[in-house]
């Protein structure tokens, strides 16, 4: 399997743009999460998803962050529009059910908002 | 208090030091806990769940002190690459979401 495939990997775009993270997780894996990371909070869990489901998004800071998963395959972390404080790396993460599961990462989109 | 609290370092060490990570959580219904690696402007990956008995991979052994709520992370005999940021993951009781904390940063040296 290729792991979780992230795309793109790298965004630059303006202010008050819009900007569609895609992610693909492992086939099989039940669970996929979408995590934020900067240097001053670390990581942040935005949302995650149970068999296409989403469990909570609490993380979501705010209206503008939206995201889908229309299948097993395929999920999409939107933000419309986009500010220069969402600048940041982008995570998802896959695992199977159960409690003790690893989840494995992709490599990020680093987003750079100006 | 936050679900995950790491001392974010950064830990400078000599080669072949031994180093000590430790993590509190805040919630008592946690029920699976690791220790992820980071490398710099990489993806985390799992270096070790950690189990109630404390379990041993080589030079590195995870311990969990449930009832103070705490991990540790000790890292023997330390290696130049061993340098990375280790971060400290807790699953939420019946939750399926893992909780990451902030993450403390190695830096070992020659």
């Known amino acids: 399997d290729a792991g979780v495939i992230q795309s793109p990997r790298h965004e630059v775009t303006e202010m008050g743009q819009e900007v569609t993270l895609r992610c693909k997780p492992i086939?099989?894996?039940?669970?996929l999460f979408w995590y934020r990371q900067t240097m001053m909070r670390g990581l942040e869990l935005l949302i995650y998803?149970?068999?296409?489901?989403?469990?909570?998004d609490s993380g979501m800071p705010e209206d503008r962050f939206s995201a889908k998963m229309p299948n097993a395959s395929f999920s999409t972390l939107k933000i419309q529009p986009s500010e220069p404080r969402d600048s940041a790396v982008y995570f998802c993460?896959?695992?199977?059910?159960?409690?003790?599961?690893?989840?494995?990462f992709g490599q990020g989109t680093r987003l750079t908002v100006v | 208090r936050k679900e995950v609290e790491q001392d974010p370092g950064p830990f400078n060490v000599p080669e072949g030091a031994t180093v000590a990570f430790n993590c509190t959580y805040s919630?008592?219904?946690?029920?699976?806990f690791f220790w992820y690696r980071q490398d710099c402007r990489k993806e985390p990956k799992l270096l070790m769940s950690?189990?109630?008995s404390g379990n041993e991979d080589g030079r590195f052994t995870a311990q969990l002190n449930r009832a103070s709520q705490y991990i540790s992370l000790l890292i023997r005999d330390s290696k130049l690459s061993d340098s990375a940021t280790y971060l400290c993951?807790?699953?939420?009781?019946?939750?399926?979401?893992?909780?990451f904390g902030k993450g403390t940063k190695l830096s070992v040296k020659p």
């Open positions: 919630n008592s219904a946690s029920q699976s």
């Open positions: 993951v807790v699953k939420g009781g019946s939750q399926g979401n893992l909780i």
């Open positions: 950690v189990y109630s």
């Open positions: 998803f149970n068999n296409n489901v989403p469990i909570d």
């Open positions: 086939s099989g894996h039940d669970y």
């Open positions: 993460a896959s695992r199977v059910q159960g409690g003790g599961t690893e989840a494995f």
